[in-house]
């Protein structure tokens, strides 16, 4: 007699004591049903979404857990459950939806970092020649050293600067008139040592760059102060010099 009540108890508790799968639906106040609305069981952190019907089935589940329903748009609700034979249906109230403040911030371009580490790399012997690190643009000089390079970007003969707008901490480089061409653009004058970035685009896509942004432009960014003193002097073919020496001050306080 007392085996046999045993065993009934057993057999009353054994939907509590094994986990067993929760049947539910879940709608609005409406009585619509809630697509892909998120159920989670706190304890085995196990969750599930609802299907076009609202529908949802939830695996290894116990009496006493607690279920964790929300979705976008819709209150979240925590459920006890009480009864895993019961098919459930629960109603999710609505709710506004309520922005957190939105942070813009730059995005990281690899073109322009390959672009700085290249500067301080590999070495120019003209300020004119720092154009060339810029991916894309190539220059030729097809009659000596005394005037601008001409200019090649994307299928672009740009000539001597016609359309590309070039300028140096904000200073147009571009000559609005000149006997070689509109937008002639000269870069002799700045010392290639003291270019700290390059700031570039391409294409006719920035309308405040100028009218000579035509296939792209370039921005030289100059050093607010040199890092040390040092003195450098190169040699090349046709007997040719070049020499280039900084001091860095420091001031005592």
Known sequence: MKLKFLTFILLSLNGSLF????????????????????ILNQ?????????????????DCSIGDTLQISNIGYQTKLIPIENLKKFLTIVLDEEVISLEEVIISPTINA?????????????????????????GLF????????????????????????????????LPVNMV???HGQGYADLHFVIPETVEKIDFGKGAYYQDKGNFTTA?????????????????????QFDTYQAAGNVRFSRKR
């Open 19 to 38: 986990a067993q799968t929760f049947s539910g639906k879940i709608v609005d106040e409406h009585q619509k049903p809630i697509q892909e609305a998120n």
């Open 43 to 59: 304890r085995t952190d196990q969750h599930a979404h609802s299907n076009e019907l609202g529908e949802l089935t939830l695996e």
């Open 111 to 135: 073109l322009h970092i390959i672009t700085e580490i290249d500067i301080g790399t590999n070495p120019v012997n003209s300020s004119q020649d720092i154009l060339r690190r810029v991916p």
């Open 139 to 170: 220059i030729g000089q097809h009659a000596g050293g005394g005037k601008a390079e001409q200019i090649f970007l994307r299928g672009f003969d740009i000539d001597h600067g016609t359309d590309i707008n070039i300028t140096v901490d904000g």
């Open 177 to 179: 008139s000149h006997a």
């Open 216 to 236: 792209g432009y370039v921005d030289f960014t100059t050093k607010e102060q040199l890092d040390n003193s040092s003195v450098k002097l190169e040699t090349g």
